[in-house]
Each structure stands twice: as structure tokens, then as C-alpha cells.
């Protein structure tokens, strides 16, 4: 661990999924987290639940990463004790619906490009330049399999992520000079998050898409995510693309029923 322990984190996307998982993490691991999302109900119970169990220091922020006013009020008024981010981490995105192109909702394409895209690059250009002037940091982005594999109607959705593989890439380039890691995680089917009620828009039959294969858990990825942000400073990770071991693909997965419980072997 470095002199400037303990480092300081803003997770986007906090609120349930791989991000829920990913500051309990950190937290377990003594760093000090910002954690962000829009419902601070959820935020609350999470900062009260990590404080009591790991004694880490936690500030909350609801927000809306669509919202590009809002990003800037927020990250602008940052306490000063708060405001030297080391590691950002832009993983607030989601999918909605599943539909070919030609039957496709306007409304779910601006949600989705809004919020992986846009909000992505609001939230980065907005701590970034903190992270030029001291010359370190770290920014960490959720891509998917869907960022490198298309799958059928999972058009607009796929188009997000591999926008978000050119950001990562794009990142890199422009920010290596300054001290400045940049790097993604891309996991396939991911359960113990709201993914999939979110894109079927809380219909919760259309959401059972886990049932005939094992997938990927939110701590597998947490931890990835983890283990990418704690590699030693002279090492960049630039991606890291994982499956579970019935997904080879986005249009390849075993589903003969759910296979590998760590519990049976
Ligand atoms: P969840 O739905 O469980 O979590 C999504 C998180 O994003 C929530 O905390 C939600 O918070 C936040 N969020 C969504 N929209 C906004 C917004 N407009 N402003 C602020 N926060 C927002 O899904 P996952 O944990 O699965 O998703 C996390 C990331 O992982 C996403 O980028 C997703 O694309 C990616 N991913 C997911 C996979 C999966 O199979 N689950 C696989 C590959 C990648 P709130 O609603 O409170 O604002
Ligand atoms: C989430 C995984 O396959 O539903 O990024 O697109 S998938």
C-alpha cells in the first residue's frame, strides 16, 4: 500500500448489482468510498451497513449521471477532505429492452445512450482534470461482453458498450502522459443485480434469464474490479473480459440446466 492510503473512491452505480458488491469490497479493503446513485434510500442502508461493519468512511451522493448540470454541482462541491479522487469508477449503466431495430423504443435508445454514454463521460470529465493536476489516478469502466460480441436485438445496448470500449482505449491514450491508469472490466451474464428486471422494465418472468445456466455473481465481478484497481502503480490493466464458464460468447451459452456450484466441487 502506497503513502496515500487510504485512497479515495467514487463508484457510480452503488445502489444494487456490481456496484452494491463492489463497495463492500473496498470498503472490507479500508478505502475510503463516495458512494453515488439516484436512490439515497438505498445509499443510506448501504453507508450505515458498511460503516458499522468495516468502520470505512463513506459519503453519499444521489444523483443522476444523466443530469450533466447536476454531475458538475455535485462533483464541484465535493468536501475538500473528499475531493482528491484516486479511483473513479464509472459503472451506473443499464439495459433497456430487447428489441429488433425496426421495433426499437426512441425512449429506451436516449435512456441507454444517455446513461452509458453520456453520463460516462460527464462524470469522468468532471473528475478527471483532479486527477491531471496531481498527476495520479485511476479510472475504472464497466464495458460488457456486449462491448465486443453483438447479439441479436441487442442492438443500442451493444452500440453503449462498445462506445464505452472506445472511451476506455481513448482514455488511455489521453491520459497515460499524466500518471493516469485507465482500464474496464467486460463481464457476460451477470446475476444478483436488478440488470435484468431493469431491461424487461420490472417484469419479473421476462427477467428469469439465469435459470438454465450459472452465471457470473455481482462479487465475482466486485472483485475483478478490486483486483484491477489494486494491482501495484506501474501496472495498467486495460481490460479484463470474463464469463461465466456455461457463457463462451454472447451467442453461446449452455443452457442444460445451471452447472459448477463452487458448493459441489
Ligand atoms: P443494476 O441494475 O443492479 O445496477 C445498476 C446501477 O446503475 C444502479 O446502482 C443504478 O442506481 C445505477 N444507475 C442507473 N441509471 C442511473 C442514472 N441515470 N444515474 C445514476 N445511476 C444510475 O445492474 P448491474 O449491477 O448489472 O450493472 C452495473 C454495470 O454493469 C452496468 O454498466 C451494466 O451495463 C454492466 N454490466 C452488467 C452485466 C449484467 O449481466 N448484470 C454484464 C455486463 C456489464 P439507481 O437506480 O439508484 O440510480
Ligand atoms: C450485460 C450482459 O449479455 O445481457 O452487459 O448484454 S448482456
Redesign the pocket.
Known sequence: MDKSYPKIVLLTGATSGIGAATAKVFAKNGYRLILTGRRMERLEELKQKLEFKYGTKILILGFDVRNQQEVRDVVSSLPDDWSAIDILINNA?L?KGLSPIHEGSYEHWETMIDTNVKGLLYVTREISPGMVSRGRGHIINL?????HEV?PN?NV??AT?FAVDALTKSMRLDLFKHGIRVSQVS????EETE??VV?FDGDANRAK?YEDFNPLKSKDVADIIYFVASRPVHVNIQDVLVMGTQQAG?NHIDRSGRKYDQKNH
Do not use: D, L, M, Q
Not at 464495458?143 to 462491448?147: I, N, W
Not at 463481464?187 to 451477470?190: I, K, L, Q, R
Open positions: 449503466g439495459a464495458c460488457s461482453t456486449a462491448g447479439y441487442g445496448y451493444a458498450k463481464p457476460g451474464h451477470v440488470f435484468a431491461r434469464i454472447n
